[in-house]
């Protein structure tokens, strides 16, 4: 069996919001499997074990430019390896040059954005020059590009930290800039239920199921609550089934109805979601170097 040690413990406690010996039991059963205890712990605490701010792993910015006819925008996620250098002035113009690259030249993929002039040289030997001035390593992470049915609108939150890019037709501003700022605040993870993954749906149905089986329930009554805990799920993490934040009594799909509006499309970006950032123990580092400068 795999150790558990501390630091994984505190790991999976951070990502999940569970009592510490809840996190322990999980890597027990899981032998150290990092995914597997997370998943023990969906089943058991239930929605709580999914903090989804703390998948939040890496620095840099999300930057969005939006031409002056509000049709045609982008989002693009630019990561450094401290939250200092996140907030250096080139490195921010840096991703600020790139969001508007991707309005006027709509790039393939980030090699070729990579590859498009800036200020006299490409876009990858400006990042390289970032580098050497800075003394960080950075990357383009991802980004995208929308042309909007209605008009495009945007919101940057928690010092460029969060992203959005929303299409939205009918309704004004006002309403426009809500959604906005609801998408920041919710992450919901489609649009409706149509576009969530089948893979991600049979996840939460997998453990809807195992939930349900420990109820000792008939068969009947099991299948009507992985079904009923399916489409829970399913308004929890898409636009439209989310309660507004505004006024929770209302689903964003029954505000835009009374809006006369609907949202095309959306892009979410919240920087470092997904990476695995390195965690360095400091104690532990020093006590390795003092040993090894004891060494004859």
């Known amino acids: 069996m795999a150790e558990v040690t501390a630091s994984m413990v505190k790991e999976?406690?951070?990502?999940?919001?569970?009592?510490?010996?809840?996190?322990?039991?999980?890597?027990?059963?899981?032998?150290?499997?990092?995914?597997?205890?997370?998943?023990?712990?969906?089943?058991?605490?239930?929605?709580k074990a999914s903090k989804a701010a703390s998948r939040i792993a890496a620095e840099g910015v999300v930057s969005v430019f939006i031409a002056p006819d509000s049709k045609l925008g982008a989002i693009v996620e630019v990561n450094c390896e401290t939250d200092f250098v996140a907030k250096n002035e080139d490195f921010t113009a840096f991703a600020r040059n790139l969001a508007e690259l991707v309005v006027r030249n709509a790039p393939a993929d980030v090699a070729a954005l990579s590859a498009l002039p800036l200020g006299g040289s490409t876009v990858d030997q400006v990042?390289?020059?970032?580098?050497?001035?800075?003394?960080?390593?950075?990357?383009?992470?991802?980004?995208?590009?929308?042309?909007?049915?209605?008009?495009?609108?945007?919101?940057?939150?928690?010092?460029?930290?969060?992203?959005?890019?929303?299409?939205?037709?009918?309704?004004?501003?006002?309403?426009?800039?809500?959604?906005?700022?609801?998408?920041?605040?919710?992450?919901?993870?489609?649009?409706?239920?149509?576009?969530?993954?089948?893979?991600?749906?049979?996840?939460?149905?997998?453990?809807?199921?195992?939930?349900?089986?420990?109820?000792?329930?008939p068969a009947n009554i099991i299948e009507k609550m992985v079904e009923g805990s399916v489409q829970k799920f399913l308004k929890e993490v898409t636009l439209?089934?989310?309660?507004?934040?505004?006024?929770?009594?209302?689903?964003?799909?029954?505000?835009?109805?009374?809006?006369?509006?609907?949202?095309?499309?959306?892009?979410?970006?919240?920087?470092?979601?997904?990476?695995?950032?390195k965690q360095s123990d400091f104690a532990a580092e020093v006590a390795a170097q003092a040993a090894q400068a004891a060494q004859p």
């Open 12 to 47: 999976l406690r951070e990502k999940t919001d569970a009592p510490m010996m809840e996190c322990k039991k999980a890597l027990s059963e899981a032998n150290g499997d990092m995914a597997k205890a997370e998943e023990i712990l969906r089943v058991r605490l239930g929605n």
């Open 240 to 277: 439209l089934g989310q309660p507004f934040v505004k006024d929770d009594k209302i689903t964003v799909e029954q505000l835009l109805k009374s809006k006369a509006a609907s949202v095309a499309r959306f892009v979410l970006y919240v920087v470092g979601e997904g990476i695995e950032k």
């Open 127 to 217: 990042r390289t020059a970032l580098v050497g001035k800075i003394g960080e390593n950075m990357s383009i992470r991802r980004f995208a590009r929308l042309q909007a049915s209605g008009r495009l609108a945007s919101y940057v939150h928690g010092g460029a930290k969060i992203g959005v890019l929303v299409d939205v037709s009918g309704g004004d501003e006002a309403l426009a800039k809500d959604l906005s700022m609801h998408i920041a605040a919710s992450k919901p993870v489609a649009l409706s239920k149509n576009e969530v993954s089948g893979e991600l749906i049979q996840r939460e149905r997998d453990i809807a199921q195992q939930k349900a089986a420990e109820s000792g329930k």
